[in-house]
């Protein structure tokens, strides 16, 4: 269910950048999309994320987009991107939250 509060949209614009570390998804949330607590929230600002950037269609990149949506958000909630590798491993939930989405080494 959508939350009627804070509609979509939720990604205002994404931009791939190249970093020491490879390239990196820069993912700048709307101001909805830092406060949704819709049930389908993250599912459908990941379809806005894809319609974007289709090549970030990876599993390893949707579980870090779902870990920013899930926790980064409400860490960080001012955090002007959330930034997502296509380097980093898949891993299950508990390590993602421990590595504060950023698997496999940390922020770039």
């Known amino acids: 269910m959508l939350d009627p509060a804070h509609p979509p949209p939720y990604i205002d614009h994404v931009g ?3 970093t020491a570390v ?7 949330p ?12 993250a599912d459908v600002a990941w379809r806005e994320v894809l319609a974007l950037a289709p090549d ?5 990149m949707k579980a870090q987009f779902v870990c920013h949506w899930d926790f980064a958000r409400a860490v960080e909630p001012n955090k002007p ?5 296509p380097r980093r491993p898949v891993v299950d939930d508990s390590t993602m939250i421990a590595t504060r989405c ?7």
């Open 102 to 108: 950023n698997p496999g080494g940390p922020e770039e």
């Open 81 to 85: 991107s959330w930034n997502i590798e």
């Open 30 to 41: 709307t101001p909805n999309g830092r406060a949704s607590i819709a049930d389908d929230g």
């Open 56 to 60: 970030a269609d990876t599993p390893g």
């Open 16 to 18: 791939w950048v190249d």
């Open 22 to 28: 490879g390239p990196s998804l820069q993912i700048y």
